[in-house]
């Protein structure tokens, strides 16, 4: 009887517990992804020009805010300067780029100073969403987000050549 029992557990645990805390722990990665795919819509879209470039996800920040607060951030992703480009600007800079710089600031409704703004853009200079620069948080969750947009490491393949026999 014991030896019946200890199956139909064992059964239980197969068909059920472990699908649905499989399910769940999914869940839990697609709602976090999810989450990230709303916050992240395009804003506004900069204006190509000499300093922004389009192909590269870029963090545009002020020449004249505190740019050493980004350093562990731009430490971090040192190694991924063909990717991921830190860009600081005057405002000198062509107006309508600056002035979709304001727009995406107004739109955020973030109530700090425009000069201690940080914007990050995807790879087509449209503005995915804007931080502060003084906001130990907005600091965190810009490095997530950077880390969400950056393209998967390739997995590596083996290389099974053999060399011609003789």
């Known amino acids: 009887m014991k030896r019946k029992h200890s199956q139909i557990l064992v059964l239980v ?3 059920v517990v472990f699908p649905a805390v499989s399910w769940l722990y999914l ?3 697609l709602d976090y992804r999810l989450e990230h795919l709303e916050r992240l ?3 506004v879209t900069v204006p190509a ?8 996800i870029q963090v545009i920040y002020s020449s004249s805010a505190n740019e050493s607060r980004l ?5 971090h992703y040192e190694d991924l300067d063909s990717v991921l480009r830190f860009v600081s600007y005057d ?3 062509q107006p ?3 002035d979709s710089l304001d727009k995406a600031w107004k ?3 973030l109530s700090s100073d425009f000069a201690d703004a940080v914007f990050l853009t995807d790879t087509s200079n449209q503005i995915l969403h804007c931080y502060r620069l003084l906001s130990e948080e907005d600091l965190v969750s810009l490095g997530e987000d950077i880390a969400f947009l950056l393209p998967p490491e390739p997995e590596k393949d083996f290389d099974f050549r053999r060399e011609r026999e003789k």
Do not use: C, N, T, W
């Not at 350093?71 to 430490?75: G, T, V, Y």
């Open 71 to 75: 350093d562990p951030i731009r430490e």
């Open 107 to 109: 739109l955020a409704e």
């Open 13 to 15: 645990l197969l068909l």
């Open 41 to 43: 819509q395009p804003k």
């Open 49 to 56: 020009g000499e300093l922004f470039e389009v192909g590269a």
């Open 91 to 93: 405002y000198d800079i």
């Open 27 to 29: 869940r839990k990665g």
């Open 96 to 98: 309508a780029s600056l």
